[in-house]
């Protein structure tokens, strides 16, 4: 395996063998980005400037059969958190990156020429994009399958990535070819763009370069872990992320209203049973994989009443911040929604929270799906309304002059509400990753051990140990390019050192790669302190501690200063 080091502004192209001598040997996807990012990137630099990387890279399981392990990383230092970032997502391209033999890309410098990235029979070149400046990520796509074929798997940006806007995402084409797929978070569409890359297109490769040491004993461990997922998830599988709407709401924790309530009394309409009954009806599809070699298979895909494909996947996330956080009621509203941010190339989640604080500090009505349509169109064309909400809720914040923001470390809060669930409301407030919900998703039925009592889901006992273990276990399945859906757990930990050890001759322990990730998350830690992002940025918004959730009366009640000390555990590890 390798990494291909682009210099954009030279256009120069270096590779670099990952030898068991490396550095780099034994990390993939976000812990090769978090190495990379302490080792190269100096923490006060410019997160749109010269001297940031952008990283892109797949797992150490990428290219084999594990299951959901075709994800790709794509990292940097935030733009808009200012501290290190991965942001992960599904597609094709992650496993086509593996059987060209390459374990991740690593983009250098900065260039106001647009280009895109070609990548043939393991080889990059460098060709000019000015003819896809500006166009959404929809078009750009469509017009690249035509020129190189529908094989193909592609990163890109879409118009938001080019004007820089902070909350700009990357996106990857799904397995029917569509631009769905995004890494939304943390906005490093804006460092894509800020290295002048519109896309990065992969050609079909035949043959694999991924190499197995150990097939017999890699099946072994993978193929009953297969078969377990695909059985134990099938109600996840048929209804997908959303059904979490009714049980977040029913939980009094869906955030509603920016955040001012935490059940939504029409959350029926935008249900996860609604959306699952609409798709049916219309003909659209259910139980699909956004990725290959993924079992669970929870996405879908939204038509119109005429069949007419409009996204995929519709998620649970979208539906939150999009949907109950802005009181818009109707599924058809959310689709158009979800289309154009990923068209235009932005994060559902960050757009919802900022039209979220937009809406409350009564520049928008409530509920006002028409104006939202309006302002992404405004984002589209790089206007001074679309700079406005297009760079984050912070910024939308500060120009309105208001005082609820939901976020942490810049990054707007995704769709639980941290006063319900108090484990993911750890997550939020320590996570190096700002407010992610994926880097420790402490929701209902999450646990990090079977064999351990974290206590009740709305009651802070317990919650340090598991959000410390949830996210501890969810930086290593990012690094292996796996899916967090198959379980961030003590007990997967022992399947994960299995498969590596069958699939590169090694002999690691369950202990060993849960050392791997200690070592990961000290590295993002060290990089967000010389960020000047400590542990005293570790906290929540003062709303959340001092206006109580309705209907459950909760607040956020852990103590600043434990939240400060939270990462005292990693000492002595
Ligand atoms: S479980 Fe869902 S999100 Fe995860 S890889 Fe499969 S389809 Fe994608």
Redesign the pocket.
């Known amino acids: 395996m390798r990494i291909a080091r682009i210099n954009v502004n030279t256009k120069s192209i270096e590779y670099e063998e990952i030898t068991q001598k490396s550095k780099f040997f034994l990390l993939g996807a976000r812990g090769l980005s978090s190495k990379i990012i302490l080792d190269e990137v100096p923490p006060d630099c410019d997160p749109l400037g010269e001297k940031n990387k952008l990283i892109i890279a797949n797992g150490l399981l990428a290219g084999s059969p594990f299951p959901?392990s075709a994800?790709t990383s794509v990292g940097a230092k935030s733009p808009l958190t200012n501290g290190i970032k991965e942001a992960n997502v599904?597609g094709r391209p992650a496993l086509m990156l593996s059987q060209h033999g390459i374990r991740a890309l690593v983009f250098d410098d900065i260039s106001s020429e647009l280009i895109y990235i070609m990548i043939k029979d393991g080889t990059l070149s460098i060709q000019s994009a000015e003819e896809y400046r500006g166009l959404g990520n929809y078009e750009l796509h469509s017009k690249l399958l035509i020129e190189y074929g529908k094989g193909i798997g592609i990163y890109s940006i879409g118009p938001a990535g080019e004007f820089l806007m902070k909350a700009a995402s990357v996106a990857a084409n799904d397995m029917e070819g569509y631009p769905s797929r995004h890494a939304g978070r943390g906005g490093l569409g804006a460092v894509m763009g800020s290295k002048g890359i519109k896309a990065i297109v992969i050609l079909p490769k035949k043959g694999s370069e991924v190499k197995i040491h150990d097939l017999k004993s890699f099946t072994k461990v993978s193929k009953p872990f297969a078969k377990l997922l695909a059985e134990s998830k099938e109600g996840f599988s048929t209804y997908?992320t959303a059904m979490a709407m009714k049980v977040m709401s029913e939980y009094g924790g869906l955030p509603t209203k920016n955040y001012r309530m935490g059940s939504y009394e029409k959350v029926h309409d935008i249900s996860g049973e609604k959306l699952h009954e609409v798709i049916m009806s219309r003909g659209g599809k259910k139980r699909?994989?956004?990725?290959p070699t993924?079992v669970?298979?929870?996405?879908n895909f939204y038509v119109d009443t005429n069949g007419k494909h409009i996204t995929s996947?519709l998620e649970y996330e979208t539906m939150a911040l999009c949907g109950s956080n802005l009181m818009i009621e109707d599924m058809d509203d959310l689709a158009n929604i979800d289309h154009l941010c990923d068209d235009i190339g932005i994060d559902t989640i960050e757009f919802g929270v900022t039209i979220g604080v937009a809406m409350d500090s009564g520049e928008i009505d409530w509920g006002n799906a028409k104006k939202t349509f309006e302002i992404l169109e405004e984002i589209r064309h790089g206007s001074e309304i679309g700079q406005l909400y297009g760079n984050g809720v912070c910024h939308v914040g500060r120009e309105f002059n208001h005082e609820r923001i939901p976020h942490v470390k810049g990054q707007g809060l995704s769709g639980y509400d941290p006063r319900v669930f108090k484990g993911i409301g750890l997550t939020y407030a320590t996570s190096p990753m700002g407010a992610d919900h994926t880097a420790g998703c402490a929701i209902a039925g999450r646990v990090a051990s079977k064999t351990k009592d974290y206590g009740a889901l709305t009651e802070n006992n317990g919650k340090f140990d598991l959000s410390f273990e949830l996210q501890l276990y969810t930086t290593i399945l990012d690094s292996m390019g796996c899916?967090y859906?198959i379980g961030p757990s003590f007990e997967n930990m022992e399947l994960i050192s299995g498969a590596l050890n069958a699939m590169y001759d090694l002999k690691l322990t369950r202990d060993d790669i849960i050392k791997s990730g200690i070592d990961i998350l000290k590295n993002e830690l060290e990089f967000n302190i010389n960020a000047g992002m400590g542990n005293e940025t570790n906290e929540i918004p003062s709303f959340f501690r001092n206006e109580p959730s309705i209907p459950t009366d909760l607040t956020y009640t852990f103590l600043s200063e434990d939240l400060k000390g939270f990462w005292k555990r990693l000492e002595n590890k």
Do not use: D, E, N, Q
């Open positions: 959901c994800r599904g997908g699909l994989a956004c990725s993924c669970i298979k929870c996405s996947s899916c859906f």
